[in-house]
Nanobody, 117 residues
Framework: QVRPVESGGGLVQAGGSLRLSCAAS????????MGWYRQPPGKQRELVAV???????NYADSVKGRFTISRDDAKNTVYLQMNSLRPEDTAVYYC?????WGNGNYWGQGTQVTVSS
């Protein structure tokens, strides 16, 4: 079973930076898209950024220019570099791994990011 495992969350002051990591327990050969989503308190889960197997990226408007998604297929890992953090970025951040050929879509357990003003 695929079990994405996130790390790197924490508490940071506004303007600071954090880097999230997510390792997938499956060969990169079978991984299609990898992405990050977040769920702010009292709100629905929303897309933050996604990266395809070919390296194309897509970002939510609210994070463009501040966040960068990347992946290392040798390590089956996706990263989210978050700079210029704002209090409104406070949320539980979830990693998503989408597999090729109908082999499923998997979520990590989530990691808390809290940005203080």
């Amino acid at each position: 079973q695929v079990r994405p495992v996130e790390s790197g969350g924490g508490l940071v002051q506004a303007g600071g930076s954090l880097r999230l990591s997510c390792a997938a327990s499956v060969s990169a050969f079978i991984i299609n898209d990898m992405g990050w989503y977040r769920q702010p308190p009292g709100k629905q889960r929303e897309l933050v950024a996604v990266i395809t197997s070919g390296g194309s990226t897509n970002y939510a408007d609210s994070v463009k220019g501040r966040f960068t998604i990347s992946r290392d297929d040798a390590k089956n890992t996706v990263y989210l570099q978050m700079n210029s953090l704002r209090p409104e970025d406070t949320a539980v951040y979830y990693c998503n791994v989408n597999l090729r050929w109908g082999n499923g879509n998997y979520w990590g357990q989530g990691t808390q990011v809290t940005v203080s003003s």
